[in-house]
């Protein structure tokens, strides 16, 4: 795919989606990386669910941290792997108050040595509560790079290098959240809507539907 399908794909998404959000429900860039964690192999409809009960008791690291592994999986029980995720979370609530004032660190380093925290949500938490210019590759960013061909790679690391590389410099800082709202809504797993997708002329997708 050349620069210029390139910047016509982002202009069009911008242009439909000018401010484009996470659909995970936060306050604080603490209650972010929680959900974040909270997340993984959930969807996130079902974490705010759970999140808008937890969070009003514990908008802290402090207050989280006090109500121990059990009181926190019986706020988060709904959630998948919701045992380890309670426990890696209590830990990252210690390890935030102990080495961080409480307070959520800005760089990649520091947030991938906390219980829990891989690549890709420090990518989501430096991006979206600290508007750094990062790129967090999940399944659904990983689809469409490669089936559009806008970053095609074989592993998430590779991707995540190639659109830092090719995706607009004006249009990188949103990217993600554009990305990834159109894998889940649009260029879905198993069958995209390539009748209804914003994109469809310039994607080099060689096995188009019409599904609406």
Same mark, same amino acid.
């Given at each position: 795919? *050349?620069?210029?399908? @390139? +910047? =016509?794909?982002?202009?069009?998404?911008?242009?439909? *989606?000018?401010?484009?959000?996470?659909?995970?429900? #936060?306050?604080s860039a603490f209650e972010l990386l929680i959900a974040v964690i909270l997340s993984a192999q959930s969807t996130d409809v079902g974490v705010n669910k759970a999140t808008?009960?937890?969070?009003?008791?514990?908008? %802290?690291? !402090?207050?989280?941290?006090? &109500?121990?592994?059990?009181?926190?999986?019986?706020?988060?029980? %709904?959630?998948?792997? #919701?045992?380890?995720?309670?426990? *890696?979370?209590?830990?990252?609530? $210690?390890?935030?108050?102990?080495?961080?004032?409480?307070?959520?660190? +800005?760089? @990649?380093?520091?947030?991938?040595?906390?219980?829990?925290?891989?690549?890709?949500?420090?990518?989501?938490? &430096? *991006?979206?509560?600290?508007? !750094?210019?990062?790129m967090a590759v999940d399944t659904h960013i990983f689809r469409v790079s490669n089936r559009t061909g806008i970053a095609p790679g074989k592993n998430v690391v590779e991707?995540? +290098?190639?659109?830092?590389?090719?995706?607009?410099?004006?249009? &990188?800082? /949103?990217?993600?959240?554009? &990305?990834?709202?159109?894998?889940? #809504?649009?260029? +879905?797993? @198993?069958?995209? $809507?390539?009748?209804?997708?914003?994109? =469809? /002329?310039?994607?080099? #997708?060689?096995?188009? %539907?019409? /599904?609406?």
């Amino acid at each position: 795919m *050349n620069a210029t399908k @390139r +910047q =016509e794909i982002f202009r069009r998404l911008h242009e439909d *989606n000018p401010e484009p959000k996470t659909e995970l429900a #936060y306050g604080s860039a603490f209650e972010l990386l929680i959900a974040v964690i909270l997340s993984a192999q959930s969807t996130d409809v079902g974490v705010n669910k759970a999140t808008a009960k937890l969070f009003p008791v514990a908008p %802290t690291p !402090q207050a989280m941290h006090a &109500l121990g592994v059990e009181g926190l999986s019986s706020y988060i029980k %709904t959630i998948g792997l #919701y045992n380890s995720k309670a426990r *890696n979370v209590i830990e990252t609530c $210690r390890l935030l108050v102990e080495r961080h004032d409480g307070q959520v660190p +800005q760089t @990649r380093e520091a947030l991938e040595a906390l219980p829990g925290v891989g690549r890709k949500t420090a990518n989501v938490v &430096l *991006n979206t509560a600290f508007r !750094q210019l990062t790129m967090a590759v999940d399944t659904h960013i990983f689809r469409v790079s490669n089936r559009t061909g806008i970053a095609p790679g074989k592993n998430v690391v590779e991707v995540e +290098q190639k659109l830092m590389k090719f995706v607009p410099r004006a249009y &990188l800082l /949103d990217s993600h959240h554009w &990305l990834i709202l159109h894998g889940r #809504y649009v260029c +879905q797993a @198993r069958k995209p $809507r390539c009748g209804s997708c914003r994109i =469809e /002329d310039l994607c080099e #997708y060689k096995h188009k %539907t019409s /599904d609406d």
